[in-house]
T-cell receptor, first 114, second 111 residues
Framework: NAGVTQTPKFRVLKTGQSMTLLCAQD?????MYWYRQDPGMGLRLIHY???????AKGEVPDGYNVSRLKKQNFLLGLESAAPSQTSVYFC?????????????FGSGTQLSVL | GQQLNQSPQSMFIQEGEDVSMNCTSS?????WLWYKQDPGEGPVLLIA?????ELTSNGRLTAQFGITRKDSFLNISASIPRDVGIYFC???????????FGKGTRLSVIA
């Protein structure tokens, strides 16, 4: 029972470098999300997707891009990393049929930008 | 955007004590939720509330949906070390909008 799997778990980047975070879910969920978690700031929504081929901006989308080419995968890209993007990133998915409250989260990716 | 004010930000308690935390909003929500995040893991749903005034329990945890629909409360009875973590409240206006999360309450339990 894999659920939501995020790779990598840890990454260190230099300012200006690019990278892609991968999220995969095996629960056939329609909706997928990317959040970032910073101390004292809680969980903030970056981008989300309501189905294969669709994406939408969340609360803090600047500096990030996403793609949902396959239903089970949701990619988060940083084209030119900045120190302000140092954070823990969480992917989540939810049941089909809407923004269901039962979000299933991955275990996170710790990203440091130097 | 909408914001949820969660308090306290952190708390240290003795094992066996009861815990109370709350979440308030300036706007109405139709669903209130409580998640727990264990250290090094993603959040996990604890309790979901769907009606104003609703009181729901999950083991030693009890949550209430405020009458005004602008607040929610979570109580943990007889705390144990395994209760350590960050507790997040979350609200949802309708089925067409993503959840809004509070900033979390960090709970530490002293054995």
């Amino acid at each position: 029972n894999a659920g939501v799997t995020q790779t990598p778990k840890f990454r260190v980047l230099k300012t200006g470098q690019s990278m892609t975070l991968l999220c995969a879910q095996d629960m056939n969920h329609e909706y997928m999300y990317w959040y970032r978690q910073d101390p004292g700031m809680g969980l903030r929504l970056i981008h989300y997707s309501v189905g294969e081929g669709t994406t939408a901006k969340g609360e803090v989308p600047d500096g990030y891009n996403v793609s949902r080419l396959k239903k089970q995968n949701f990619l988060l890209g940083l084209e030119s990393a900045a120190p302000s993007q140092t954070s823990v990133y969480f992917c989540a998915s939810s049941y089909p049929g809407g923004f269901n409250e039962k979000l299933f989260f991955g275990s996170g990716t710790q990203l440091s930008v130097l | 955007g909408q914001q949820l004010n969660q308090s306290p930000q952190s708390m240290f308690i003795q094992e066996g004590e009861d815990v109370s935390m709350n979440c308030t909003s300036s706007s109405i929500f139709n669903t209130w939720l409580w998640y727990k995040q264990d250290p090094g893991e993603g959040p996990v749903l604890l309790i979901a509330l769907y009606k104003a005034g609703e009181l729901t329990s999950n083991g030693r945890l009890t949550a209430q949906f405020g009458i005004t629909r602008k607040d929610s409360f979570l109580n943990i009875s007889a705390s144990i070390p395994r209760d350590v973590g960050i507790y997040f409240c979350a609200g949802q206006n309708s089925g067409n909008t993503p959840l809004v999360f509070g900033k979390g309450t960090r709970l530490s339990v002293i054995a």
